[in-house]
């Protein structure tokens, strides 16, 4: 099998617009899908045409609060990836809703930190 890939991470942002166009001007990413988000302000989603980031809508109302969010795993088998995390101590992963367009389960490590977990990957948005 092959080796697990990070291929993806989401942070949080008051304004995903400027914090987007940031990593468009800096780092010339390019912008690959956008979605309605929450609150009248869009989720972004950029690529370096290798690595992903999401930037994902956070407002005073929200649950999350600005920052990282989580970052996602490319893996070959869904069935093996959760019996060797659950083998090395952490809880089965969880289906991610059907809406949710670039990972089908969810995870976390010991500390809690979340992550995704995808086996057709995350360059484009799949339902």
């Not at 001007?25 to 045409?49: C, K, W």
């Not at 956070?58 to 869904?78: D, K, T, V």
Request: aromatic share 10%; net charge negative.
């Amino acid at each position: 099998m092959a080796r697990p890939k990070i291929k993806h991470l989401a942070v949080m942002s008051r304004d995903t617009e400027k914090l987007a166009q940031f990593y468009k001007d800096t780092f010339e990413m390019e912008e690959v899908n956008r979605s309605p988000g929450q609150h009248g302000i869009p989720a972004i989603y950029l690529t370096d045409g290798y690595f992903n980031l999401a930037v994902l809508p956070s407002a005073l109302q929200g649950e999350a609060p600005p920052g990282l969010n989580h970052f996602g795993w490319q893996i070959e088998n869904m069935e093996t990836m959760s019996a060797t995390l659950v083998n090395n101590g952490v809880e089965n992963p969880k289906m991610r809703p059907s809406n949710r367009p670039y990972a089908e389960f969810r995870g976390c490590d010991p500390d809690g930190n979340m992550f995704d977990l995808s086996v057709h990957g995350f360059e484009k948005a799949e339902t």
